[in-house]
């Protein structure tokens, strides 16, 4: 079976290990993401939750098109290119 690593993938990888990289090497642990989330989630509960649960949603196409925020965005930018 051959496995072919698109585009999409290789986004995916350099996604996950640029945060990985950056929660290895960051010296104040007040600046890890997850630690600023929270902050966020203090601050404004209702907007980072929005935030992170549409997220989840469009990475795991839950979302119809037409409502999915990222997916009108890269529409909006592609049309005004």
Do not use: C
């Not at 690593?5 to 996604?15: E, F, N, S």
């Not at 601050?43 to 939750?49: D, G, H, I």
């Amino acid at each position: 079976m051959k496995v072919s690593v698109r585009k999409g993938d290789w986004a995916i990888i350099t996604g996950a290990i640029a945060i990985a990289v950056y929660e290895k090497t960051v010296v104040d642990d007040a600046d890890l993401i997850s630690n600023r989330v929270a902050v966020y989630q203090q601050r404004a509960p209702y907007l980072t939750t929005m935030v992170v649960v549409v997220t989840a949603l469009h990475l795991l196409s839950a979302l119809d098109p037409r409502v999915d925020p990222y997916h009108q965005a890269i529409r909006y930018f592609r049309r005004n290119s």
